[in-house]
């Protein structure tokens, strides 16, 4: 395993090679000074059910810092004004959300910089929900992702990887957050050591998984992310209904909010099957 | 035309039909005291391409009411923390946005409590955008609805129809508000006499428009709001690059934001192709 952040510059420059491709085969508008992709062919692709991959946000979903996460704010009522339109005063980690490269880089892509075509990818998800529930601290190897390899076949090509850790069954409860007497959180996520074998091993757009964040609760360095998120990949955390998902075969939709300079922020995650 | 609202109590009940039956059709989760349908079966789709629909937020977008949509606030910063995390204090109705029935009723659903399979659709696209720029405050009629089927078929079951006026363009320049010397915006929109055929003669789901509102930007009672919103469906504004998507054939995905008691909000909206 590298040192956390050795390689950025080399993930970056692979970043940004894998952009002027995407944008040399996708249609591209000048808006302003920035060049964006609007669209982009992708493999063809066939579904015929949805699933919602998102929890409802409200006041009382944990978050990792254990502040409430939004406050809602009435700005018109149906009753006084014939219309509701409320404000939001929103942290941008909270519920189902999105990790933006910006999150963890000086200079990395906001929210609404990430390419649609990274958006619409297809979704793998691995299940360590049996390791997890033995060990709260649970942290997936490049052993698990090498075992879901033998059964499912090679991760496809730029695909999302889910981290089925069964912790979605705790929403609600203490032990979603579980804060130990040692002060720290306890709940799974992911070595560093298998974060970079998606990384360098495997052509993999996004990283989603069912808890508070995709590093380990009890450490507080982040590793994961400061290898992760710099790299130009998106993350997800708090992701729902990842039990309903096969293991290959799905494609994830990424609803990621499309602010300038947001360093990710709640999205509606759908799965196409 | 009926009188707006008229019909609101046997649009309500057909809306909870219309429930009841997809809840049969896919998975159930109880989730606290509320049935949330979390996947369904939708028509066999398939898709090659990703057009993305979002325009991007910042404080300069344009709203409604010509106050800044969004303001971000610094939490944590890269340089001094080692991550970047912002507060957004963000008006639901700003930018690319969805509005849920509860925006325009007492107790109609809110922005969490859309259906899923309500969310990926098929998309139609009317063009009026010749009409449009020959006419500011130009309000499709139903004679646009039975133009566009007589060219392209009826309009798919459980389609969302989005109306393409060609206001895109005018984004960043004092056109797309347009502000007259009388006090009114003058843009285009949706006659409530054409919504009423979607509503009671067509199997839609959700209103798409181009504009900063569905209602043309002259009339301050918003009628069709009034009629389309209690009715239980969705709707969509400031919409981007409907210019790139076909009249007929593609989905759309709308990345809506899952938040209990929203009346809207900020979504990345998908169309696949």
Redesign the interface.
């Known amino acids: 395993m590298c040192v956390a952040g050795c390689d950025e510059a080399m993930h970056r420059a692979l970043s940004r090679r894998r952009l002027f491709r995407r944008a040399a085969a996708g249609?591209v508008?000048a808006?302003?000074l920035r060049a964006?992709v609007?669209?982009?062919?992708?493999?063809?692709?066939?579904?015929?059910?949805?699933?919602?991959l998102?929890?409802?946000?409200?006041p009382a979903f944990p978050t990792f810092f254990g502040t409430s996460g939004?406050e809602?704010r009435t700005?018109f009522s149906?009753?006084k004004d014939?219309?509701?339109?409320?404000?939001?005063?929103?942290?941008?980690?909270s519920?189902?959300h999105i990790d933006a490269p910006?999150?963890?880089?000086?200079n990395g892509a906001d929210a609404?910089a990430l390419p649609?075509?990274d958006?619409?990818v297809p979704l793998a998800v691995i299940d360590v929900a049996a390791q997890a529930a033995a060990n709260a601290d649970y942290a997936v190897t490049p052993d698990d992702i090498k075992a879901w390899e033998e059964r499912n076949g090679r991760l496809p090509d730029r695909a999302a990887v889910a981290i089925h850790t069964g912790w979605a069954q705790h929403l609600?409860t203490a032990k979603y957050r579980n804060e130990g007497p040692d002060g720290k959180l306890h709940f799974p996520g992911v070595h560093p050591a298998a974060a970079e074998v998606l990384i360098r091993e495997r052509s993999v757009t996004g990283l989603l998984i069912d808890t508070l964040s995709f590093d380990i609760g009890a450490t507080k360095d982040?590793p994961t992310?400061v290898l992760w998120l710099p790299s130009g990949r998106w993350g997800a955390e708090n992701v729902?209904?990842l039990d309903?998902v096969p293991p290959v075969g799905a494609t994830i939709?990424?609803?990621?909010?499309?602010?300038?300079?947001?360093?990710g922020?709640?999205?509606?995650l759908?799965a196409?099957v």
Chains 1, 2 share one sequence.
């Open positions: 249609a508008l808006t302003g964006e609007v669209s982009a062919a992708t493999p063809p692709t066939r579904f015929e059910k949805v699933i919602d998102t929890h409802t946000l409200d939004i809602l700005r149906y009753r014939g219309l509701n339109f409320l404000q939001w005063v929103l942290d941008e980690h519920g189902t910006l999150h963890f880089s000086e609404s649609i075509v958006l619409v609600g982040f992310h729902a209904n309903q939709v990424v609803g990621g909010p499309k602010i300038r300079g947001a360093t922020g709640p999205s509606r759908i196409l």
